[in-house]
């Protein structure tokens, strides 16, 4: 049997690749962050350009006549014409809000998963042995006395670790 003791380190490090999925997370929102706050901001940008004011009544009646000649015009010339649904608009700005308020999220769950992961104070004991030989304990707990095993103990000794450690492993308080 050998168990030895690997350290006393950060849980991320205890964990590696709950650290490395955190800090690929970290990647991709920063890099989908600013590419989608970009789009939003010009998508504002040209709704605030688009907001249409009601004219008063004269200017109103002076577009209306000058539409219609410019309409009967467009006509006579066979023109293709244009026209811009405002709704189109609203809804693009509707998906690229809701996608930041997701990246967002992200960022937060980020952010506390890796101060889970940043908790110092967690130690770590390598194992290799058959179950009995780690203790009466443990060889109950496994029942297997014929396999040999490779296993890691982490033990936790102040309360800030665990803390941590019951929450990255699910562990009831």
């Not at 609203?90 to 940043?118: D, K, Q």
């Amino acid at each position: 049997m050998t168990l030895s003791l690997l350290g006393t380190t950060t849980l991320g490090v205890a964990v590696p690749v709950a650290l490395a999925a955190q800090l690929e997370l970290d990647t991709s929102i920063n890099l989908a962050l600013p590419e989608v706050q970009a789009k939003l901001d010009g998508a504002l940008a040209a709704q605030a350009q688009l907001t249409i004011t009601p004219p008063s009544l004269v200017t109103s009646l002076v577009a209306a006549m000058e539409l219609v000649a410019a309409l009967e015009a467009a006509i006579a010339l066979d023109l293709p014409n244009a026209s811009l649904d405002l709704s189109i608009l609203a809804n693009v700005i509707a998906e690229l809000g809701a996608t930041l308020g997701a990246l967002s999220a992200s960022a937060a769950f980020s952010g506390s998963l890796s101060a889970l992961l940043a908790t110092p104070g967690v130690t770590a004991y390598a194992f290799t042995g058959k179950e009995q030989e780690l203790g009466p304990d443990a060889a109950a707990l496994l029942n297997d006395a014929v396999r040999q095993n490779v296993g890691v103990l982490l033990l936790a000794h102040d309360g800030g670790a665990i803390t941590a450690l019951r929450a990255m492993f699910g562990l009831p308080s």
